[in-house]
């Protein structure tokens, strides 16, 4: 709540955080995390809830909308109204963002990777983390 809408993690902010982290700390102790979860911001009122990434795609379906990729941050987002009239957007990361965000683990040499929340996730995202790392 507060938050101006927009990534939970960009891979434009992940890349500088991470090439901070290994000029402090050897890349083989760094573990990259992975959001398995997006926000649905409330614009109108300034308020937000968490978006499981299993139920990302049917709130798409449930809303009709059109989601857009952001080339810069690599997420993906969407508007919409709902049904008391308030405006909102929702940002969160599809396979393509998380393969692309983990592969992060292996230009930089990192011990891996890591994600929150463990039972936000389904196949899906753990096969688009497998697609980054190799």
Do not use: C
Not at 8 to 29: C, E, F, H, N, R
Not at 39 to 68: H, I, N, R, S
Not at 89 to 95: C, F, G, M, S
């Amino acid at each position: 709540p507060g938050q101006t809408a927009g990534p939970v993690a960009g891979i434009d902010w992940m890349k500088a955080d991470l090439d901070y982290a290994v000029t402090q700390i050897s890349p083989d102790k760094v573990l990259l995390g992975l959001p398995a979860y997006g926000y649905d911001f409330d614009v109108t009122d300034t308020t937000g809830v968490t978006v499981e990434w299993k139920d990302t795609q049917a709130l798409v379906k449930a809303t009709g909308a059109k989601p857009e990729f952001d080339a810069a941050t690599e997420s993906e987002h969407f508007d919409y109204t709902a049904s008391d009239g308030s405006r909102h957007q929702v940002w969160y990361e599809n396979a393509q963002s998380i393969q692309d965000k983990a592969h992060l683990a292996v230009t930089l040499n990192l011990a891996g990777v890591s994600m929150w929340a463990l039972g936000f996730e389904d196949d899906s995202f753990w096969s688009a983390v497998d697609s980054g790392l190799h």
